[in-house]
């Protein structure tokens, strides 16, 4: 975030109003781009961890090359599609809930601002605010109908007004897009080899791609890159050696061999 040119003012009315509104442009944009890092995030790591898994209990079943690829892109297809639908259709409804509460608290200023301006008054003194302060405070937001609903819509939903974080249908590409991205690193090694060799292929770039996911994703936390990274590639190991054990144990726990 820029930082005030030269020396910040010592009073509030000093600051100049038109680098006011950029700063708070700027953070605004940053916030719209978390919504977005969220589905990048969770769709690549999803991708890389479950189509691994897959790849690893065929693997563990067969070392028949053509199988693991049709599993593998078997779960990936399905995995974009889900992956996709379901973002697409948690973020709608989310949307939709968060419309009509909002709906409800526009009518509520509307034709109750008295109740409006209690409630207003009240939870800014539930915040620590002395009493005399909080209504003085509440009166003059109630003056504004629309300061009065968004301050009611933040500090009793907890939501915005408008919602800066994008919609459903663009939510649901890059939750699809960043899930097919990340499958493809278990396959890839499968098309030069077989056997064990594409299995520790799959691993190493998976684990790879995991380890640089983390990394990536720590830039908006306080936490290392290194231990946001290892978190990922430990919790997909966990994964990967389960399916590979699943693979290994169940054709001979239910009598029945995958031919190699």
């Given at each position: 975030m820029s930082s005030y040119p030269g020396p910040g003012p010592t009073q509030a009315r000093e600051y100049d109003l038109a680098w006011i509104e950029e700063h708070i442009k700027e953070e605004q944009d940053a916030i719209s781009i978390l919504g977005e890092i969220r589905e990048v995030v969770f769709g690549a790591q999803d991708?890389?961890?479950?189509?691994?898994?897959?790849?690893?209990t065929v693997a563990g079943a067969t070392s028949?090359?053509?199988?693991?690829?049709?599993?593998?892109?078997?779960?990936?297809l399905a995995g974009v599609f889900s992956m996709a639908i379901g973002e697409y259709m948690s973020s709608k409804s989310q949307e939709e809930?968060?419309?009509?509460?909002?709906?409800?608290?526009?009518?509520?200023?509307?034709?109750?601002?008295e109740e409006a301006e209690a409630e207003v008054a009240f939870m800014?003194?539930?915040?620590?605010?002395?009493?005399?302060?909080?209504?003085?405070?509440?009166?003059?937001?109630?003056?504004?109908?629309?300061?009065?609903?968004?301050?009611?819509?933040?500090?009793?939903?907890g939501l915005i007004v408008e919602d800066p974080s994008g919609t459903p249908f663009r939510g649901a590409m890059f939750m699809g897009g960043a899930f097919a991205v990340g499958s493809a690193f278990p396959l890839v090694p499968y098309f030069f080899a077989s056997g064990t060799g594409a299995l520790i292929g799959a691993i190493i770039s998976t684990g790879v791609a995991l380890f640089a996911l983390g990394a990536f994703k720590s830039r908006w936390t306080h936490r290392s890159w290194v231990t946001s990274g290892l978190e990922i590639v430990v919790l997909a190991a966990i994964a990967g050696g389960a399916g590979y054990a699943v693979g290994t144990v169940l054709p001979e726990l239910f009598g029945f061999a995958v031919p190699a």
């Open positions: 991708g890389l961890v479950s189509t691994l898994a897959v790849v690893a028949d090359q053509l199988s693991v690829l049709v599993a593998g892109f078997a779960a990936a809930i968060y419309d009509w509460h909002i709906t409800d608290e526009r009518e509520e200023v509307h034709d109750r601002p800014f003194m539930e915040e620590g605010m002395e009493p005399d302060d909080a209504w003085d405070a509440a009166s003059i937001i109630a003056r504004h109908p629309d300061s009065l609903l968004a301050t009611m819509v933040s500090k009793e939903l």
